[in-house]
């Protein structure tokens, strides 16, 4: 499904604007999903969804990444979340311990039933079915009797790799097969997602054209390289399989040793961390608000409340929804700002805001929000997209607190008199030193 370009009407002629595809990575939808509410709801996910469905962006999720976001342990087609022969429904077949299981499968299906994301099956995926065959060959002891050959067929394959009760899902986990002489062989599952990633990137560009913008929507210190590395390697090389996770200094963009023209020569793709593909909300959120124009009315803010203000205070919203994805249990520690096309990427050092010491950087996504606003018809699209996420997250904040509060009344009569008495001391203390902090903070913004 391709989509339209849209027009952009400039000093009485129409110019055809393309409209961005943005592939996204595994960190980033965890990153989305994770980071928000507490222990249920979609988090920032909406804010992705909703730029593809009112066709903003063209969102592409590759099937290795949709594979790790599900917790599976082999590519997945849209059919895996549709029809008989599905393998997801509610939380059927997320692995135990995964957080958000319902909310994971609710995203995806909601996207696929909108029309609002392609999975994209690549090469990565079928290559590492294609592995698994392979070493399976060595591996009977994981046939079962209703098998009808072995190695399976790629349909049986992938349907004992959805499973993670399988014995050979949990073969695969684990790295545990083993080769013709026994010793243990690596079954290919390690960073499959990006590698898919680029191969999407690559299918994007062999089908539209390389002048197609492209962004690659990632978490993480080294998914730059690998997808870069993958791009320039040819297919059949260590260098391209990566099994084993090697990435040369020469393709990693946080090495002086980085070859900047290799990388230029692939084509119109931007690397957007989402630390800087929130910050593009953040933008449009400060302008679009209403405050300022019409009295009483609030600010829109999407991580923090001063997050407009300067970099201090987007970092401290973004450290806030780290912790929150920790919380989750997916240790995440990614914190960078990254918004660079491939044609001029830089050291892992240097500043990547939008605007550095009045100095505007080479930031896409941020230009793309910017055409977005410039745009009359898109920008009242994306006024929208905001405004209803804020009225949504600022509802999730009150239902935490109320949470909260229901824990500490249903607790209270299950306690002895003394120890409820210190307990509502101890509150009363407790709520009378956030009254005072809650005042000064809204009295320091007010001025």
Known sequence: MLLKPSNVFCRGHTVKQEIPWVVVDTGTLLTLLLGGEGKHGLGYTPLLAELAKK????????????????????????????????FFDADKNIPYGFSKARERVAFVKDLLDSNAAEIIRTPCGDEYLQRL???????PDYKRVKDKEWPLDVKTLRRRLSSPHSHLYKAVKQNSLVDAVGNTVSSGKQDRGELAVADTLRIIHEKHGQATPAFALF?????????????????????????????LDKYNPGRSEFVKKEAATLGNINFLSTKAFLAGFMKAAK????????????????????????????????????????????????????????????PEDEHEYAMVKQVPQNAPWMKQ???????????????????????????????????????????????????????????????????????????????
């Not at 978490?219 to 399989?241: C, F, H, K, M």
């Not at 407009?308 to 249990?329: C, F, I, P, S, W």
Request: proline share 3%; aromatic share 6%.
């Open 369 to 447: 929000v910017s055409s977005y606003l410039e745009n009359s018809q898109q920008r009242e699209v994306l006024r929208d997209i905001i405004h209803v996420f804020v009225k949504k997250r600022q509802k999730a904040l009150l239902k935490e607190c109320e949470e909260s509060f229901e824990t500490i009344f249903r607790n209270i009569p299950k306690m002895f008199l003394e120890t409820a008495s210190a307990l509502m001391i101890m509150l009363t203390k407790q709520m009378g030193e956030v009254a005072k902090q809650v005042e000064h903070k809204f009295e320091a913004r007010a001025a």
């Open 287 to 346: 302008e679009l608000s209403v405050a300022g124009r019409v009295n009483g009315m609030p600010e829109w803010y999407i991580l923090h409340p001063d997050e407009a203000k300067n970099n201090g205070d987007l970092n401290k919203g973004y450290r806030e929804l780290m912790t929150q994805v920790q919380e989750h249990g997916l240790g995440r520690a990614y914190d960078k700002y990254r918004d660079r096309p491939i044609t001029d990427m830089s």
């Open 55 to 86: 066709k903003l962006i063209h969102l592409a999720i590759p099937d290795m990444v949709l594979s790790e976001f599900m917790g599976a342990l082999t590519p997945l087609r849209r059919k895996d979340f549709a029809g008989d022969e599905k």
């Open 219 to 247: 978490e993480g210190s080294d998914v730059r390289g690998r997808i870069i590395q993958r791009l320039l390697s040819a297919p059949n090389t260590a260098d391209y399989d990566q099994l084993h996770g090697e990435l």
């Open 133 to 139: 065959q392979t070493v399976l060959v060595d591996n």
